[in-house]
């Protein structure tokens, strides 16, 4: 209609009318693009602020994995500083058990991954630009992006240093496989180790593992355990440092989490 009037203000020349219904023609585009960008603007900052919710909850997950990397390393130090001793008593049936069960468990590893799907999505989805503050999202990418070497490092720990020398080490011992049990050890592992313990132990027949073990019992001389001493100081010191990298992860995730609260709240 406006256009019907404005192209024949133009056939009368009545220019003073035209200019009116073009600024009311270019007004009215200019306001609609206006309107256009501010919902698009109010939608990009609710997604921002749904997405950085997720995150938030993703790193307070990740917090409580790594916290229970911790206490898993933590644990292992233990072991291996424990069984300094059992190995310096005489020769008995609980020695040998203690060692057995020791040993065995000191051949256990924990994986760490840092698994965030929010942060995923992110990626995947091309929209890591809606994180406004450019400070925040360099943040983000930067603990993501470099939490992915810090796996690749106790990965390389675990598969070198346990499975590699320790484990190694043992089998040709001939340790065997032993079931741990808490009264014979006189400890309780951390709750998530010994619910798989408990698994373990319900889901195979114990004969099939509890073999061998000679060594424990009458080694052929010192020396023998003299490297198995040398074994755990090397075990004890891969747990003391995936523990340092858990620790020093964690602590970044802490800071990241605190970030995006900060942010949201100033928002707010």
């Given at each position: 209609?406006?256009?019907?009037?404005?192209?024949?203000?133009?056939?009368?020349?009545?220019?003073?009318?035209?200019?009116?219904?073009?600024?009311?023609?270019?007004?009215?585009?200019?306001?609609?693009?206006?309107?256009?960008?501010?919902?698009?603007?109010?939608?990009?900052?609710?997604?921002?602020?749904?997405?950085?919710?997720?995150?938030?909850?993703?790193?307070?997950?990740?917090?409580?994995?790594l916290e229970?990397?911790?206490?898993?390393?933590?644990?292992?130090?233990?072991?291996?500083?424990?069984?300094?001793?059992?190995?310096?008593?005489?020769?008995?049936?609980?020695?040998?058990?203690?060692?057995?069960?020791?040993?065995?468990?000191?051949?256990a590893r924990r994986t760490m991954r840092i698994d965030s799907p929010t942060f995923l999505d992110l990626q995947g989805s091309g929209r890591l630009g809606l994180v406004s503050d450019p400070d925040l999202r360099s943040a983000i990418l930067s603990y993501f992006f470099g939490m992915q070497r810090w796996e690749a490092v106790i990965d390389k720990n675990n598969e070198f240093f346990v499975d590699n020398s320790f484990n190694t080490f043992t089998d040709d011992l001939s340790v065997g496989y032993w079931f741990w049990d808490e009264d014979v050890m006189n400890l309780t592992p951390p709750a998530f180790v010994s619910l798989i313990l408990k698994q373990r132990r319900e889901?195979?027949?114990?004969?099939?593992?509890?073999?061998?073990?000679?060594?424990?019992?009458?080694?052929?001389?010192?020396?023998?355990?003299?490297?198995?001493?040398?074994?755990?100081?090397k075990r004890a010191s891969i747990a003391i440092a995936n523990e340092s990298i858990a620790s020093n992860v964690r602590d970044e995730a802490q800071a990241v989490e605190k970030q995006i609260t900060a942010y949201l709240e100033a928002r707010n």
């Open positions: 209609m406006i256009l019907q009037r404005l192209a024949n203000s133009i056939r009368k020349q009545d220019w003073f009318t035209v200019f009116i219904e073009t600024l009311i023609v270019v007004l009215g585009v200019f306001l609609g693009l206006q309107v256009n960008n501010w919902n698009a603007g109010r939608a990009n900052r609710a997604m921002e602020t749904t997405y950085l919710e997720l995150l938030r909850r993703d790193l307070r997950t990740i917090v409580v994995d229970n990397q911790i206490e898993f390393e933590q644990f292992q130090v233990r072991l291996a500083n424990d069984a300094v001793s059992i190995i310096e008593q005489p020769p008995s049936e609980l020695r040998k058990k203690q060692l057995g069960m020791t040993l065995t468990q000191l051949g889901g195979v027949d114990p004969r099939l593992l509890e073999a061998g073990g000679a060594v424990l019992q009458s080694p052929p001389d010192a020396a023998v355990w003299d490297e198995v001493r040398t074994r755990l100081g």
